[in-house]
């Protein structure tokens, strides 16, 4: 996922008014649509809004939509370093991948990551070296398994849990392996669900059902984040209980999520873009990690699946949707 300010969804560049005085060129990429990413949209202009940064004035972005193909983000990524833009923000390993191979000079600030020390996006946390930084929304793949302990403690009864996940992006093998063995440890069986594209979900849900899972969880990727709205009905028509890395799910429907912001890091991805644009070098500015988990349950969903979430669980959630 990548983002640009809201002005771009009401008019063209060539429309705004002509900027004064030092303009920047911010390059963005986004796998999903458009309409899939608004509310990220909308906290990104927020966030450099406050810092003084408008849209026309001092401030011009170049997005690309990827429209959930991801093998247009290496193309994408081109465009925009031929442009020489001055930042590229970033969402999503599949992005931040393509826009590594793309540049080595042009700094990058990701707004979202997974495990970006173990992706081989920065050398580590502290001091990423290179031309990326920002913002890494699973700093270590334990936290998907973490996710599983919640669904196991929401349904007493899950025997077989299905991983629906994106083999494609950087780190995405080691997310599998996390919770594959947490699924171990809580005597689960676990069924390994590959999707690649958007196209693959009908197909995904069946091979579940076919397997007689009876709990999913969903990994965090831009492959599923899009269509979320797709994802949440079809976990809802093989009456699967499932677990999400971002709130949106549980927002659309979803029985539950636990994660990080996202639209939170977003804003803050602005802080980054402005450091920069004054002369701080992405390498020395250290990746921030989420300071909070949010804990997001939908009752509506529990009653539809006919489970009872534990007073417990629920005392500890930060939303819960009736």
Known sequence: MAVVTGGLLAAPLAALAQPTGKTYRIGCIVTAAREETRHLIAALSDGLRELGYVEGRNVLFELRFAEGRQERLPSLAAELVQLKVDVLVTGSNPVIAAVKQATATIPVVMAVSRDPVGAKFIASLARPGGNITGLANDTAPEIIGKNLELLKEAVPRLSRVAFLWNPVPPGAGTSKKVVESAA?????????????????????????????????????????????????????????????????????????????????????AAIYVDKILKGA????????QPTKLELVINLKTAKALGLTIPPSLLQRADQVIE
């Not at 709990?215 to 269509?227: E, I, L, Q, R, S």
């Not at 499932?242 to 549980?250: D, K, N, W």
């Not at 070098?281 to 921030?288: M, S």
């Open 281 to 288: 070098k992405p390498g020395d500015l250290a990746v921030e």
């Open 184 to 268: 171990r440890n809580l005597g689960v069986a676990f069924q390994s669900v590959e999707v690649r594209g958007r196209s693959e979900f009908e197909g995904a849900f069946a091979a579940m059902v076919r397997e007689r899972a009876n709990g999913v969880v969903v990994a965090a990727d831009p492959v599923t984040f899009g269509p979320r709205s797709q994802v949440v009905l079809l976990a809802a028509k093989s009456r699967l209980p499932a677990v999400y890395g971002q709130r949106e799910f549980a927002e659309a429907g979803g029985l539950m999520s636990y994660g990080p912001n996202i639209a939170a890091q977003f804003r803050r």
